[in-house]
């Protein structure tokens, strides 16, 4: 079967985005050895120009359209990340851009998006209520529509993070990818697999909305109910259906997270390793604590840590808890 994404696509896209995006560093982070049990590696993507990897997808996105579609000008539905890399990108590139935000986006991710220039609506409190608000304004505007995890182009480029990741530690054992709407998961899971199949590939959602759990147990992609979750930045109900058939061809495991180990991992992670991050960057890590993916002492262990973009109030309850 044809797949929406091969390693080609990613290779364009890294070259593609080298004058926007950092190639972030490659951290071996000591301190967490012990606590997780294996050699941990760090992909903090939370260093990224936007303070997190969505800048890549979307990017490429929008480097993909027409003259025609960029003069409409762009939009796109965020839980905020996303929000953010859209905003940048059509700055860096002269194009307006209005983003769709939930109600109770954190405060930081909207300040951020509207101080890029961009037009934020906030509305409703999960992915379907936003995107329809957004078709909405797509019908009265005719804005160009730049989806935040589906969009094949936007799956290259959430997989340079992949790439980089092969570059620069050639013989890692297993990468632990957050899974929300699945874009980074399936475009991180093309790039590792096409270049060492032999690589462990692990995604980790919230319990309470395991959609891609829950598609991969039925053999179809589904919609779950929104459930509570502290990761903000991965409360999407839908299953992708350009993601699905990735994720579903080359990640091993799907590990659905409680937020009590999600809390714990992000305080390892920022008294630890030195890095701050938001919940949903902790959540592979939490992956780990709890006990449900199995590692070894000598095991090269790299997590994607992507983005940092939270509310310092509630990084001092995560730390202080």
């Keep these: ?5 091969c390693l080609q696509d990613i290779k364009d896209a890294a070259r593609n985005l080298s004058p926007y995006v950092k190639h972030t560093p490659l951290l071996r982070a000591e301190k967490l050895d012990d606590p997780l049990g294996c050699q941990v590696y760090l992909k903090p993507e939370c260093l990224q120009i936007t303070g997190s990897f969505k800048l890549r997808g979307a990017t490429n996105k929008i480097l993909s ?3 025609e579609e960029k003069a409409k000008g762009i939009i796109a539905s965020s839980s905020g990340n996303h929000a953010q890399g859209v905003a940048y990108a059509a700055r860096a590139l002269g194009l307006k851009a209005t983003l769709v935000l939930p109600e109770n986006a954190p405060q930081v991710k909207i300040d951020n998006t509207r101080a890029l220039g961009a037009e934020v609506v906030l509305y409703g409190f999960d992915s379907i209520q936003r995107y329809k608000k957004l078709y909405e304004i797509v019908d009265e505007k005719g804005y160009s529509v730049v989806h935040s995890y589906n969009d094949p182009k936007l799956i290259a480029g959430q997989g340079t993070v992949g790439y980089e990741i092969m570059e620069d530690l ?5 990468v632990i990818v957050p899974l929300g709407g699945g874009g980074l998961m399936a475009g991180v899971a093309v790039a590792v697999k096409e270049m060492n199949p032999k690589v462990r590939v692990i995604g980790a959602e919230p319990a309470h909305i395991a959609r891609y759990t829950e598609s991969r147990r039925k053999g179809e992609p589904v919609t779950v109910p929104m459930g509570p979750t502290i990761a903000d930045g991965l409360m ?8 699905y058939p990735i994720i579903e061809a080359y990640v091993d495991e799907t590990i659905p997270v ?4 999600i809390a714990r991992a992000l305080k390892e992670i920022v008294l630890k390793a030195k890095v701050v991050v938001e919940p949903s960057a902790a959540i592979g890590v939490a992956a780990v604590l709890s006990g449900q993916v199995k590692v070894r002492p000598d095991e090269k262990v790299c997590f994607v840590l992507t983005g940092g973009n939270i509310d310092a109030e509630k990084l001092a309850q995560f730390i202080t808890a």
């Excluded at 079967?1 to 994404?5: A, Q």
């Design 1 to 5: 079967m044809s797949l929406p994404v």
């Design 65 to 67: 359209l027409t003259d």
């Design 170 to 174: 050639k013989d890692v054992d297993t």
């Design 258 to 261: 409680e937020d009590e180990f």
């Design 236 to 243: 999407i109900t839908t299953t992708g259906s350009n993601t």
